[in-house]
C-alpha cells in the first residue's frame, strides 16, 4: 500500500503549464505597412493627376491667355486716297481736336498703333446726306474711311471690327449708315503685311460738330477714340 499523495497547492500559486503549452499572446497592434502602401499610391496617383493637368495648360496643349491689346502710340496718318464725295459739303477741321475730350481720346489724324502690330487711321472726312434708297434715308452724315494696317505675322478678320458713334456735346449716338458704298463690314481677312480700308458713314445733323469715333479691329482690342470737329 502506497503512502504518496500530491499535497495540495499553496494559496496564491499557480502551477507550470505542462509540456507544449504556451499562454496566449497580448493582442499585438497592426502594423503600419498596409497604411504606408495606401498613402504612397495615393501620393502616385495624385502627382500623376497635377502632371497632367499640368501638362493640359502649359505643355503641348497650352492654354493661351486672350491677348492684351493697350493703345502704344499716336502717330500723323498717313494721307487717305478717299475723295470727298459730291454731295459732301463741307470737310471735317482735323487740326483743331475737340475740347475737353480727355486723355483717352485722339485726333482725326492720329494713327493708333496697338501692342500686337496693328494699326487703326481715319481718312479726311466729309459731309454728306444719305439717298432715298439708304437706311436711314435722306438723313445728314459723316463720310469717312477706315483703314487697318496689319503688321502682325497673323491674319485679321475685318468682320470682327467694331464700329461706333456719337455726335453733339450731349454725347446722342450716330447711326451707321447704309447707303451706296457704305455696305458696312466686310467679310473678308487681312493677311499679315497688308491693310484694308472701310468706308463708313455715322450720322451727324447739320446743326451738330462734334463728332466721336470709336473703334476696335476686333473684341478683344481696346477701343480706339477719335474725336474732333467737323464744319
Not at 504556451?22 to 499585438?28: A, G, H, L, R
Not at 501620393?43 to 492654354?63: I, K, N, P, Q, R
Not at 491677348?67 to 470727298?84: F, N, Q, S
Amino acid at each position: 500500500m502506497s503512502y504518496d499523495s500530491t499535497p495540495p497547492p499553496m494559496p496564491g500559486y499557480t502551477p507550470p503549464p505542462g509540456p507544449g503549452y504556451y499562454p496566449p499572446q497580448p493582442p499585438q497592434a497592426p502594423k503600419k505597412t498596409t497604411t504606408v502602401l495606401i498613402a504612397a499610391g495615393a501620393a502616385v496617383v495624385a502627382a500623376v493627376l497635377a502632371a497632367v493637368v499640368t501638362a493640359s495648360v502649359t505643355g503641348d496643349g497650352e492654354a493661351e491667355a486672350a491677348p492684351t491689346v493697350t493703345v502704344t502710340k499716336t502717330a500723323p496718318a498717313e494721307g487717305g486716297d478717299t475723295a470727298a464725295d459730291d454731295s459732301a459739303t463741307d470737310a471735317a477741321d482735323s487740326d483743331a481736336p475737340a475740347e475737353d475730350s480727355g486723355d483717352d481720346s485722339y485726333g482725326f489724324d492720329d494713327t493708333i498703333a496697338y501692342d500686337n502690330d496693328v494699326e487703326i487711321s481715319l481718312t479726311k472726312i466729309t459731309r454728306a446726306v444719305s439717298s432715298e434708297y439708304a437706311s436711314p434715308e435722306k438723313t445728314p452724315y459723316a463720310k469717312f474711311s477706315i483703314k487697318i494696317v496689319n503688321k502682325s505675322d497673323k491674319k485679321i478678320d475685318a468682320s470682327m471690327m467694331t464700329v461706333n458713334c456719337a455726335y453733339g456735346d450731349e454725347g446722342k449716338e450716330g447711326e451707321s449708315i447704309y447707303d451706296d458704298g457704305l455696305d458696312g463690314l466686310p467679310d473678308t481677312s487681312i493677311l499679315a503685311g497688308r491693310s484694308l480700308s472701310v468706308p463708313w458713314g455715322c450720322e451727324l445733323p447739320k446743326g451738330e460738330s462734334f463728332l466721336q469715333i470709336e473703334v476696335a479691329p476686333d473684341y478683344e482690342s481696346e477701343t480706339a477714340i477719335f474725336t474732333g470737329k467737323v464744319k
